[in-house]
């Protein structure tokens, strides 16, 4: 087990920084500078190159970035305030945590919703309430965040007036509640089709019988029993979820004007501020490698049967 | 007490048919001739794979009605803009920012002529730009009548109506009386009921076409552009499905018949690309593609390069992304079932009889592997169309005026308070092609592979 997770810690860190590489040099690829204006002379732009450590070898430079993130320097913005540092940037102001605050409230609101609506529509097995969610979720999956997003800021902030247009950086309970369902709808629905698939294939089960058999009480053999061992094909698709609300996150921020930090991942692309680009990169990639990592190791806990060497199938 | 074995149970035997039965004759030991032999075989007809296949699909209902609808869709993208007046990039002065079904002034004094009128025609059937005509001879057929006429100048702005009394037929009415809320100053052409030579001829219309979805801020039709847009959208996530398919399916069978130390390198790479959050790359590429992909396009004098160029820098970086990161789920689907297939005993037999490789993938692999590849090609589509629409959304798709379902979202969302309808359209039309490609690849999972079917 030991050897699992240190083996995945260690394919982890590989993989941040192959991200680090491939960012690094598709920033570079891009032709022109980020100080390129219209007023701006050769001799300034080779100044501010210098200044900024631009003017490197571009190895050298990759050197550097990979040397200051292990010190926990991530550098000083080029463009955004010229010369804060891009730890001020990313996790000053909160905007950090209010990306990270929607995530996690729309992840666990998919999870503790999908995974009952799923059992549900389990257990009443071809009868009407079934039907309902199977509509709803088949719907549910082909709807686009944003067209979502857009459809109940319409309907509810500006028809209805019940919630506020701007969520702003979320300060009432009443701010969130358009943000988080527009976030979390489509992976409700997932984890909810996932759950009935992988809830049906337990019903079905040997051991199942043989509970229900000895009188095991339906409630119990849905919760302790069959639970259980569906619950293992949703905690492996969590990975995914958390890439998909960092992407669903950029499209949220962007409808109802939060301050976080998709939107402003955007922006320092558009800039071209490379440490800002690579900052957030490198922040979101970890955020999502950390869930594979969790997900992977919390899949191998959950499930005996899989042989613990680190070779598949 | 006798019933049960009277005359007619089962157990019941006649002696006289026994007798029957087993009395022969010398005709009895004829060698049976060709036809006879021939009657034996087996006479059931092979059902082929995608036949069987077929009919478990016709029976999906959900699935059936879905593949209805995409087929719909599909002549709304690509017949639809031949249907109608409008074209996607085609901006109309006048008629701004209209409600569905809404017509501005000039096309309702146009519908009201059009009304009391047998035809009318012009070029484009607004009042912004009506008609334009060189000088020269012009005929138009109406009923079994040609009116011939000549112009002896260009004509400018200007709607040639024909009416229904005999006397004066043609008449020309004229843009700027059009605006002044009337039509009936007039001016008549000299015609005949003989077509002139050298004459062009002129179709006659005999309505305004309304602007089913509305127009948007630049007097577009919004129809046309969802036209346009559900066209783009589905052809990128077509594209973008063959690419994975290519790159996959190739890199999966490699790696899965090759095996050991091969097959562990290619598959910690996959696992590596795997774990890459794809969407922060697909922006970075965006943004980097956008500037050498045009330079391309403007240099270049190539056919091939033409055509890529109309798509727009946005859509080359879309394919180029899904050619780098979204092959993976493929090639690890693929290799799976290469890797299941390879040992299955009817393999086995196969190189023990002395098959060659390249006739156990062909008879064995490739038509075993078919059905899973088919499966995943087909909801790669609709993945696609998301990443799309996202990108677009976000302002870093298609570029304008060229419109993907995504781009108009995002358009409509700047005036989305007032004018809803802008995003409800574009938004159900992309709703419907992504869930009616989601139920068409559940259809053919259960229909490629009944084995799977729960």
């Known amino acids: ?313 | 007490m006798n019933g049960r074995f009277s005359k007619f149970s089962p157990f019941h035997v006649d002696p006289e048919k026994i007798e029957k039965t087993f009395s022969l004759t010398a005709e009895d030991f004829v060698p049976a001739n060709d036809e006879e032999k021939a009657a034996m075989e087996e006479k059931h007809k092979s059902v082929s794979y995608w036949r069987d296949a077929w009919r478990r699909f016709r029976s999906n209902t959900v699935s059936m009605v879905a593949l209805v609808i995409f087929i719909i869709c599909l002549l709304f993208a690509f017949l639809g803009p031949a249907l109608i007046p409008y074209s996607y990039d085609d901006q109309y002065r006048t008629s701004q920012k209209m409600g569905p079904f809404e017509y501005s002034k000039g096309e309702e004094l146009i519908k009201s002529i059009a009304d009391s009128c047998d035809g009318f025609y012009a070029t484009a059937l607004r009042a912004g730009s009506i008609t334009a005509l060189n000088k020269g001879n012009y005929f138009i057929k109406d009923k079994g009548k040609i009116y011939a006429f000549t112009l002896d100048g260009a004509l400018e702005k200007s709607v040639i109506v024909l009416r229904r009394d005999d006397k004066d037929p043609l008449i020309i009415v004229k843009e700027d009386d059009i605006k002044n809320g009337s039509w009936s100053k007039y001016e008549a052409i000299s015609y005949t009921d003989t077509a002139a030579e050298d004459a062009m001829k002129l179709e006659l219309s005999t309505g305004v076409f309304p602007h089913v979805f509305g127009t948007d801020s630049a007097g577009r039709d919004l129809m046309a552009r969802t036209m346009y847009g559900t066209r783009v959208s589905i052809i990128i996530g077509v594209m973008a499905a063959i690419i994975v398919l290519i790159i996959g399916a190739t890199y999966g069978a490699i790696s899965g018949l090759s095996g050991g130390k091969v097959d562990f390198v290619m598959m910690r790479i996959v696992e590596l690309i795997y774990s890459i959050p794809e969407v922060l790359v697909v922006l970075l590429l965006q943004v980097v593609l956008k500037d050498p992909l045009t330079e391309w396009f403007s240099s270049s004098s190539s056919g091939f390069v033409k055509a890529m160029s109309s798509l727009g820098s946005g859509i080359i970086s879309i394919f180029i992304t899904f050619a780098l990161l979204y092959w993976v789920t493929m090639a690890r689907i693929v290799r799976g079932q290469v890797l299941q297939l390879k040992q299955q005993e009817y393999v086995t037999a196969a190189t023990a009889l002395g098959a060659s490789n390249g006739r156990i993938i062909r008879r064995h692999l490739l038509p075993n592997c078919v059905g899973s590849v088919v499966i995943t090609t087909c909801l790669q589509i609709p993945s696609a169309i998301f990443l799309e629409s996202f990108l677009s959304f976000l302002g870093l798709g298609v570029s304008a005026p060229m419109a993907s379902l995504g781009s108009l979202c995002s358009d409509a969302l700047e005036t989305i308070q007032l004018y809803p309808y802008r995003l409800i359209f574009p938004g159900i039309v992309l709703t419907i092609v992504i869930l009616t490609l989601n139920l068409i690849g559940d259809g053919l999972r259960d229909s490629l592979d009944p084995r799977l079917k729960k």
């Open chain 1, 1 to 313: 087990m030991t050897a699992y997770i240190v083996k995945r810690i260690i394919a982890s860190v590989l993989t941040l920084l192959l991200i680090m590489c491939i960012t690094f040099l598709l920033m570079n690829a891009v032709p022109g500078s980020p100080f390129l204006t219209e007023k701006s002379t050769p001799e300034m732009i080779a100044r501010a190159n210098a200044k900024y450590g631009l003017d490197q070898p571009l190895l050298v430079q990759l050197f550097n970035y990979i040397k200051n993130y292990l010190k926990g320097d991530l550098g000083t913005s080029l463009k955004m305030q010229e010369g804060t540092s891009v730890g001020t940037i990313i996790f000053g102001q909160g905007k950090f945590w209010l990306s990270i605050k929607l995530g996690v409230v729309a992840l666990v609101l998919a999870v503790l919703i999908g995974i009952p609506l799923g059992c549900i529509a389990a257990y009443n097995r071809g009868k009407w309430i079934d039907g309902l969610l199977r509509v709803i979720t088949t719907v549910g999956v082909a709807v686009p965040t944003f067209v979502l997003a857009t459809l109940l800021l319409v309907t509810f902030a500006v028809k209805l007036r019940w919630l506020p247009t701007l969520s702003g950086s979320l300060p009432s309970f009443k701010s969130y509640i358009m943000p988080v369902i527009s976030l979390s709808f489509y992976f409700l629905c997932y984890v909810a089709k996932l759950t009935r698939t992988s809830m049906l294939d337990a019903i079905n089960q040997d051991y199942i019988r043989t509970a229900r058999a000895k009188g095991v009480k339906t409630r119990k053999l849905i919760v302790k029993h069959a639970l259980r061992n569906s619950l293992i094909p949703v905690i492996t698709y969590l990975g995914p979820v958390m890439a998909g609300i960092i992407t669903g996150s950029f499209v949220v921020e962007s409808t109802f004007s939060i301050p976080g930090l998709g939107k402003y991942f955007i922006q320092s692309i558009l800039n071209r501020d490379y440490p800002v680009i690579m900052a957030t990169t490198v922040v979101l990639a970890a955020l999502v490698i950390f869930m594979n990592l969790v997900v992977d190791i919390a899949y191998k806990i959950v499930d005996p049967r899989i042989t613990l060497t680190g070779k598949e199938d």
